[in-house]
């Protein structure tokens, strides 16, 4: 088979934006928007798209006004357009139910299936086609990679999604995640008996999406969502700002060993979701990377210094709200 013939079948290109339902839409959008500066691209009805500094495309983030705070889904870009179909097919042979998302039904973006990932339950999309609209003039960048100039505290992009399910069905989620999604498992942490929690990317990235284990053994939980600041000294910036604005504070700021990112987590005024604000961190250049196992007994995989994570029993990090059904 000659190179040009070669097909390596459909493939996910990178996290391309999470949607968050929250029952304060003004409240959430003063956060992402005045506060850590996303530009809001478009607005229909209760729903409000919203993409960082340096983000081309129309979106990373969805805002909804509904009654709960829950995840109304997870999209995920593909390579190639024919990706969507191509995965849409290996779904249903798979005897996974699937719902196709008519182009434009989700502003600025093309068709896309979804369906709920096995074991876990989480609402993924799936799409290629999205619009790269010019920010307003008032507001435009003369950076060209730059979608706009930074504001606020400087958020640049979505980094990636923290999800989590039961005990007993994260082996399947996860292990689902690599075979018939083809993320590559980077750094994983787990007991003789269980694995406890896996990063898994498709980028250079240490993670696109996490999968762990639940408190509550729940399927379908969001725990968080990063989004990627330019340095470390952003993060202290942020930290100050949001003590003073008597912001929910989760952990941080600090530096977790698992990944070598600092992070420093808030939750939305408005919804409650967890939101991560997140730098630095190590990538992976590796075709043959060897995954790296980390053990409960190392405690600096979560903290390696800095504000540790409260994970005990009833701990505040522990926290995590629902993701929709299909």
């Known amino acids: 088979m000659s190179q040009d013939e ?44 919203l993409r960082g500094y340096q983000e081309l495309t129309h979106h990373s983030l969805i805002l909804t006004q509904q009654d709960e705070a829950s995840v109304n889904g997870y999209s995920f870009r593909v390579k190639r357009p024919r ?52 920010a307003p003039e008032e507001i435009r960048s003369k950076i060209l990679s730059n979608s706009s100039r930074r504001r606020g505290l400087g958020v640049r992009r979505l980094d990636h999604v923290n999800l989590q ?52 053994q729940a399927t379908g939980r ?10 470390f000294h952003d993060l202290l910036t942020a930290a100050d700002q949001m003590r003073d604005l008597d912001i929910e504070w989760g952990a941080g700021p600090g530096k977790h060993g698992i990944g070598q990112a600092m992070y420093l987590y808030v939750h939305d005024p408005g919804s409650g979701h967890r939101v991560e604000l997140y730098s630095g961190g190590h990538l992976i250049f590796d075709p043959d990377w060897e995954p790296l196992e980390w053990s409960p007994l190392q405690e600096w995989g979560g903290t390696w210094y800095g504000h540790t994570l409260d994970t005990g029993p009833g701990g505040s990090f522990l926290t995590t709200t629902p993701s929709a059904g299909l």
């Open 6 to 49: 070669y097909d390596p079948g459909p493939q996910i290109a990178h996290a391309g934006s999470v949607h968050l339902g929250t029952p304060d839409l003004t409240k959430s959008l003063w956060f992402f928007r005045d506060l850590l500066g996303m530009e809001v691209v478009e607005t229909v009805g209760g729903t409000a798209y």
């Open 83 to 134: 990706d969507v179909e191509l995965f849409a097919d290996q779904f249903q042979a798979q005897g996974i139910k699937t719902v196709e998302i008519a182009q434009g039904q989700v502003a600025g973006r093309g068709e896309a299936v979804r369906f709920l990932v096995p074991g876990s339950e989480h609402p993924f999309e799936l799409y290629y086609d999205i619009t790269k609209p010019a």
């Open 165 to 216: 399910t039961s005990p007993a069905t994260v082996d399947e989620a996860e292990g689902w995640l690599r075979e018939a999604l083809g993320f590559k498992r980077r750094e994983l942490l787990r007991t003789p008996d269980m694995l406890i929690a896996s990063w898994l990317s498709v980028t250079p990235q240490v993670h696109d999406v996490a999968m762990g284990i639940n408190a509550d």
């Open 222 to 231: 969001f725990h968080h969502v990063a989004l990627n600041v330019e340095n």
